[in-house]
């Protein structure tokens, strides 16, 4: 977790003020001038070799903010001597290489005759950018933008947050703030694989995600499901951290199973959301997927004890985990308040990976306010996209990730749940976000 703050044609006092407003992303800023770019980075140093950026190469100059998981088998690949994965971006920019080959979570921007940037292809990491009076601002959140600019709340966007919390608006509530392209997502097409060979290859490429994402002393989220049950067991976190909660919500049991290293708990009651519904705001800037304080609460216990975290997100998505819901119209869905019934030209899946996108918007802000790094296992490349390859009934209801998982029948076979803020309504969220803005 890093944070990247820019301005072309900007000032070096503006970037700096970017910069100290994301500063709890990191440990340290430097700033660096280079022409009409000028970048205030925010680091957070996760290996002992990392190095303070930005890195060249030739005739480029990279910042990353993120992780290229893949690195060391690209350095393998093009025989390339690199003892970062920024160091060896710059190297893979230069000669033109194909970006696509990037497995991980970024945000990069670059300079190579002229200030270019890219995102992950899933949207894990984010750039935010707006012009203003010949100046662009470039910043990894919302809240370094409005540090040094007024912006305004875009009528649509707002109307958007109170209909769907924001899911089905691809930027932000505020007019003129895009969002960086991500590099492009191409679903696979389909194949045909008889299952056991299907579960035998998709447990390889789980075993590479594995490798790739590993950290000594990280922790991860536990929700009590398949997903994050199954990074517990297959990384063997030092730390795991849930929330409890008073009421049916609680998967308790299911966490004990699941639980490795050291396991600590929060209870989620009435003082719960009292205590973190404004500390949540302030973490917030780009609102999406509805009131998220258990988010922030459980991410401030986890950075108490590690700086790199493993989420679950993804798992849904990829193998049909809301099977529990398709049945339903899809505008029923997408409405989350009682607002009128709108229609939408979308498919359940289609709305899942929009769904995705809001809750990375989310674990980045609640990761970043707390100094940490968030590794997402589930997202690698290529197991997400040998996942998409297969039969559509081998994903039903998460059936071919539930038989490589390992994960007992009581965890398996449990009633699905979801990451829930019980004592927050949707409209009680949206009306302190209004009151707020």
């Given amino acids: ?144 933008l409005k540090a040094v600019l007024d912006l305004n709340v875009e009528f649509d966007g707002l109307a958007d947050l109170e209909y769907s919390l924001g899911v089905m608006n691809e930027n932000t509530i505020y007019a003129n703030v895009e969002r960086v392209e991500c590099l492009p997502f191409v679903k ?76 600590h708990t929060m209870i989620c009651n009435e003082s719960f959301k009292n205590e973190y519904a404004n500390k949540t705001f302030e973490a917030l800037d780009d609102f999406k997927a509805g009131s998220c304080y258990t988010n922030f609460a459980i991410a401030e216990l986890a950075s108490k004890h590690c700086h790199v975290i493993y989420s679950g997100a993804g798992g849904d998505e990829v193998f049909n985990g809301y099977a529990h819901r398709y ?18 030209d979308i498919t359940h899946k289609e709305y899942d990976w929009k769904f995705l996108k809001a809750v990375l918007v989310v674990e980045d802000r609640m990761g970043g306010y707390h100094c940490m790094e968030t590794r997402y296992p589930l997202l690698d490349n290529e197991f997400v996209d040998y996942a998409l390859s297969l039969p559509d009934e081998y994903l039903e209801n998460k059936r071919i990730l539930k038989d490589i998982s390992g994960l007992s029948d009581n965890v398996l076979n449990g009633k699905k749940r979801g990451f829930s803020n019980p004592h927050y309504t949707n409209q009680e969220w949206i009306d302190h976000v209004k009151g707020n803005l």
């Avoid at 390339?80 to 920024?86: F, G, P």
């Avoid at 935010?128 to 809240?143: A, D, L, P, Q, R």
């Avoid at 339903?328 to 229609?343: A, C, F, G, N």
């Fill in 1 to 144: 977790m890093c944070g990247i703050a820019a301005t072309i044609n900007g000032s070096d006092g503006e970037t700096q003020i970017m910069g100290r407003a994301i500063s709890n992303r990191g440990l340290n800023t430097k700033k660096t001038r280079l022409n009409e770019l000028c970048v205030s980075f925010v680091h957070l140093p996760i290996v002992a070799d990392d190095f303070n950026q930005p890195c060249t190469y030739g005739n480029v100059t990279v910042w990353l903010n993120g992780f290229i998981s893949n690195w060391k088998e690209l350095c393998t690949k093009y025989m390339v001597i690199a003892d970062s994965d920024t160091e060896y971006l710059s190297w893979h920019i230069a000669k033109g290489k194909d970006l696509s080959e990037l497995n991980g979570f970024f945000a990069v921007l670059y300079y190579q005759d002229g200030v270019k940037m890219f995102t992950d292809r899933y949207g894990i990491k984010q750039l935010y950018k707006i012009k203003h009076n010949g100046t662009t601002y470039i910043c990894s959140e919302v809240k370094g």
């Fill in 188 to 263: 696979p097409e389909k194949i045909e694989v008889d299952y056991e060979t299907a579960k035998e290859t998709l447990l390889k490429l789980w075993g590479k995600s594995i490798v790739r994402n590993y950290y000594e002393g990280a922790g991860c989220y536990l929700s009590g499901g398949v997903d994050s049950g199954m990074i517990a067991k297959s990384l063997n976190p030092k730390y795991t951290f849930s929330v409890d909660y008073l009421n049916e919500l609680s998967e308790i049991d299911n966490i004990k199973e699941n639980s490795k290293g050291i396991h």
């Fill in 327 to 344: 049945d339903k119209s899809i505008d029923e869905v997408i409405r989350r308040t009682d607002k009128p019934l709108r229609h939408y």
